[in-house]
C-alpha cells in the first residue's frame, strides 16, 4: 500500500505537474521541449521515450504478443486488448455528461465532447480548416498535397484513406454485383458500408446524438449538426469560383453552380422537364399525379410540398414574420416581401407588352394580360356563337 500512495517531489517547472520520479519528470519535460532522443532504426521515425519505441518496433517485427481470449486477434499492446475486449461486451463504462452516451475508451469520449464544446484543435496550415481528430486533419491535408498513399493492387488506382480502397476493391470481386451487403432490418434499405448502415438507422428509432451548444436543436448526423452551426454565424466556406457567392454547404454550392452551367441533371418522364435538385423534381412530378400529401389541420386544404402548407398556416394564424426593409409591412411569405420591394424603388416595374399599362406587382400584370387575351378570343366567340356584342362571361370564353 505504501508504494502505491508514493510522494510526488518532481515538479515540472512548466505547468507545475507533479511525479513520483526524475525519470518521469525527464520524459514528462518532452512534452514541453518536442525533444524525441529515441530513434527507430527501421524508419527512423522518433519518440519521446524508449517505451514507446518499444511498442512502436511491433509494428516492423510483426509481434502481437496480447491475445484475445474470445476471439483470437491479436495486439501489440495491452491498452489496444483491453479496448478491443469492450466489442465482445456491451460495457461503454465513459459517459458524456452533457448528452449521457457511452463509449468504449475515455480517448472516444474526449473527442465526442468537442461536439459540445465546438472544439477543434487540429488546423490546416493550408487553409486554416478545423478538426477534432488529428487523424482526419491528415486526411484532409491530403487534399492539398495530392497525395493517394493507398493504392489498388489490381488497377492502380490512389485513395486518400484505406477505407476508400476496401471499398473500391469491392469492384474487383466476384461478388461485385452485390456491393451493398449492409441491410437494414428495419425498411430493407441496402448499404455499402457498416458505418452507412449504423446512421441510417438513426432515422428509425429517432435517435439524435449530436446537439447545438447554441440553440439545443439536435441532430441525426455529424455534418447535419456542423452545417447547422453556420446559422448562428456568418461563415460562408463553399464559394463559387464563377460570380463568388458563398454558401454554408458544398452541397448547396454545387446545386448553385448549375446556375452557371445550365445542368439539369433530374429530368421528369411524363413532360421531360429539367430541374437541378431531385427534390425539385419530386414536388414537380405531383403536379402530374396530383398528389398533395401535406394537408392543413385546419381547413383540409392539400399542398405539393411543407413550404406551401407552412405559408397556408399563416393565413389562419394571422402571422406575416417577413417585413418590408423599407416601409416595415409585413407579409406572410419572404416572396411577397421581395416582390413588394419595387414598389419603393421603381414605382410600378411590370408593363404590359401589348399596352404598355404598368403594375406593381406580377400578379397584377398577369390577371391585366387575360384582358388581351380575351380581345383577341372575342372575334372567334362570335364568329362560333353567332353572338353579337361581349359575353356576359369572360372566363367561361377563355375557357
Known amino acids: 500500500m505504501m508504494g502505491r500512495n508514493k510522494e510526488k517531489r518532481y515538479e515540472c517547472d512548466v505547468c507545475g505537474k507533479a511525479w513520483e520520479c526524475p525519470s518521469r519528470l525527464e520524459a514528462h519535460r518532452r512534452v514541453h521541449t518536442g525533444e524525441r532522443p ?22 516492423h517485427t510483426g509481434e502481437k504478443p496480447y491475445v484475445c481470449t474470445t476471439c483470437g486477434k491479436s495486439f501489440a ?11 465482445h461486451s456491451s460495457e461503454r463504462p465513459f459517459t458524456c455528461s452533457d448528452c449521457g452516451k457511452g463509449f468504449k475508451t475515455s480517448t472516444h469520449l474526449k473527442v465526442h465532447r468537442r461536439l459540445h464544446t465546438g472544439e477543434r484543435p487540429y488546423t490546416c496550415s493550408d487553409c486554416g480548416k478545423g478538426f477534432t481528430q488529428s487523424n482526419i486533419l491528415l486526411v484532409h491535408q491530403r487534399t492539398h498535397t495530392g497525395e493517394r498513399p493507398y493504392s489498388c493492387v489490381q488497377c492502380g488506382k490512389g485513395f486518400t484513406r484505406s477505407t476508400e480502397l476496401l471499398y473500391h476493391q469491392r469492384v474487383h470481386s466476384v461478388d461485385h454485383h452485390f456491393p451493398r451487403p449492409f441491410g437494414c432490418s428495419d425498411c430493407g434499405k441496402d448499404f455499402k458500408r457498416a458505418e452507412n448502415l449504423k446512421i441510417h438507422q438513426r432515422v428509425h428509432t429517432g435517435e439524435r446524438l449530436y446537439g447545438c451548444s447554441t440553440c439545443g436543436k439536435s441532430f441525426a448526423w455529424l455534418s447535419g449538426l456542423r452545417e447547422h452551426r453556420r446559422v448562428h454565424s456568418s461563415e460562408r466556406p463553399f464559394t463559387c469560383s464563377n460570380c463568388g457567392k458563398g454558401f454554408k454547404s458544398s452541397p448547396q454550392l454545387k446545386v448553385h453552380r448549375r446556375v452557371h452551367t445550365g445542368e439539369r441533371p433530374y429530368t421528369c418522364s411524363n413532360c421531360g422537364k429539367g430541374f437541378t435538385q431531385s427534390n425539385n423534381l419530386l414536388v414537380h412530378q405531383r403536379t402530374h399525379t396530383g398528389e398533395r400529401p401535406y394537408t392543413c389541420a385546419q381547413c383540409g386544404k392539400g399542398f405539393t410540398c411543407s413550404n406551401n402548407l407552412l405559408s397556408h398556416q399563416r393565413v389562419h394564424a394571422g402571422d406575416r414574420p417577413f417585413p418590408s426593409p423599407v416601409c416595415g409591412e409585413h407579409f406572410a411569405m419572404a416572396s411577397q416581401a421581395l416582390s413588394h420591394q419595387p414598389v419603393h424603388t ?13 403594375f406593381d406587382s406580377s400578379r397584377s400584370l398577369r390577371q391585366h394580360r387575360r384582358t388581351h387575351a380575351a380581345e383577341q378570343l372575342l372575334p372567334l366567340f362570335q364568329e362560333s356563337t353567332g353572338a353579337v356584342g361581349a359575353p356576359a362571361d369572360t372566363q367561361t370564353m377563355m375557357e
Open 38 to 59: 529515441f530513434d527507430c532504426s527501421e524508419c527512423g521515425k522518433s519518440f519521446k521515450t524508449a517505451m514507446v519505441l518499444k511498442t512502436h518496433q511491433q509494428l
Open 77 to 87: 499492446m495491452s491498452s489496444g486488448l483491453q479496448m478491443h475486449q469492450r466489442v
Open 346 to 358: 421603381s414605382g410600378q416595374p411590370y408593363n404590359c407588352p401589348c399596352c404598355g399599362e404598368a
